[in-house]
């Protein structure tokens, strides 16, 4: 059974209307998540340092592929283990991610997990705009590895 969803948006605003779909607590970082090439049910849970509880994590990837910015395919002999991916429409959101990125990295002190550290050194010198393309590149180039397409 496919999960429908259709979304009711406050206003007219951009900003309200992303917000209504990708606003929650979640939905973001499982993008980051997918992005970090976590593509499983299990490794979204094991290998996120947030501790996203399971009915969360059901809920939230049900809204993202409603949404069409995940989808999904069984890739194993198991066909209760379902790989996701991010689509086009995913891949987009990496601009929104790296602003969150970047603003937290600007205005919050915070002790930053190696993998920021690790991102930090890597990018230095490189233009936003470089990071950005670099970074979409690099999904779409394993996806194609990954999945086939």
Sequence with gaps: MNYVIKPSFRSGCSVSTSLDLLGDKWSLLIIRDIFLHRNTFSQFL??????????????????????????????????????????????????????????????????????????????????????IQSAQEEYMNYRKDEFGF
């Design 46 to 131: 094991k290998e996120s340092p947030e501790g996203i509880a399971t009915n969360i994590l059901t809920d939230r990837l049900k809204k993202l592929r409603a949404f069409g910015v995940i989808d999904f395919i069984q890739k194993s002999a198991d066909k209760k283990i379902k790989s996701f991916y991010l689509t086009q429409k995913g891949i987009d959101l990496y601009p929104v991610l790296y602003g969150f990125h970047n603003w937290s990295i600007k205005h919050v002190d915070y002790e930053k997990h190696e993998v920021v550290e690790n991102t930090l050194k890597a990018n230095e010198g490189k233009s936003d705009t470089e990071i």
